[in-house]
């Protein structure tokens, strides 16, 4: 069985140990990716607004029916509220996010034409819209690299020893410099998918891990490899 691995002594040896760590995932996971369904930037930036405190999937299940009806930031911002929130009340707290969808939209048609902003600048300043969630739309609708620190990926670089900071833009900024630029959103794919696969809050799967050599928290988890191994999950929460 694997030891736990020390946290490398220098930077360069932690951004060595880090980058074959992000390699690893990616030969783990070659189909990993946003795993909320979207068409546009209008899309993605709604969709992910609405998956607070939900799953993905639940999320995708409502989309079409959404858009559909909603299939713009005006015809958003002119919504009749009881008829959003009939739409999106399996997703639950739907009161909150109808009135974020609205202000949203609205802020959208007074500020942007009705078109998303590809800039990080100008999604921060949009209601109901962080940093993670500028992230998510900057790298997966627009192309523009971004790290998106959701609670697996701060977990798991914690775990990794890439950073101490529970901080999400702290964490981002410490992570961000251990990487290329244009590694920067798989790099997040990578880690929030194994953080839902394998490596959970609760019991992770170190028996099981691609990176157990490589990983200072060995042994947070299972290291049995059957007792491990039942703790994959082949799907995400989504």
């Known amino acids: 069985m694997p030891r736990a691995a020390a946290v490398p002594p220098t930077r360069t040896g932690l951004v060595r140990q880090a980058r074959k760590i992000d390699r ?4 783990t996971y070659p189909d990993a990716r946003c795993e909320l369904d979207f068409d546009n930037p209008f899309e993605l930036l709604v969709v992910t607004v609405l998956s607070a ?7 995708n299940a409502v989309r079409p029916t959404l858009f559909a009806a909603y299939p713009d930031a005006p015809a ?6 009881e008829t959003l929130e ?25 500020r942007h034409e009705g078109q998303v902003p590809p800039r990080l600048k100008d999604l921060v300043e949009l209601p109901g819209v962080g940093r993670k969630t500028a992230n998510v739309v900057l790298g997966n609708a627009f192309g523009i690299p971004g790290i998106t620190v959701d609670t697996h990926f701060g977990r798991l670089a914690r775990r990794f020893g890439w950073t ?25 794919h990578h880690l929030i998918w194994h953080g839902r696969r394998c490596c959970h809050a609760q019991k992770p799967a170190c028996g099981a891990c691609p990176v157990a ?24 929460r989504a």
């Open 213 to 236: 050599k490589l990983c200072p928290s060995y042994g947070a988890g299972p290291t049995d490899p059957e007792v491990a191994a039942k703790l994959l999950r082949t799907e995400g």
């Open 53 to 59: 405190q939900t799953t993905d999937k639940r999320v």
């Open 76 to 81: 958003m911002a002119a919504a009749d509220r």
């Open 86 to 110: 009939g739409i999106i009340g399996p997703l639950g707290f739907f009161r909150a996010k109808t009135e974020s969808l609205l202000k949203l939209s609205a802020a959208l048609v007074e």
């Open 164 to 188: 101490e900071e529970t901080d999400p833009v702290k964490a981002e900024h410490a992570v961000g410099a251990l990487f290329p630029k244009k590694d920067w959103t798989m790099l997040s």
């Open 24 to 27: 690893v995932l990616a030969d």
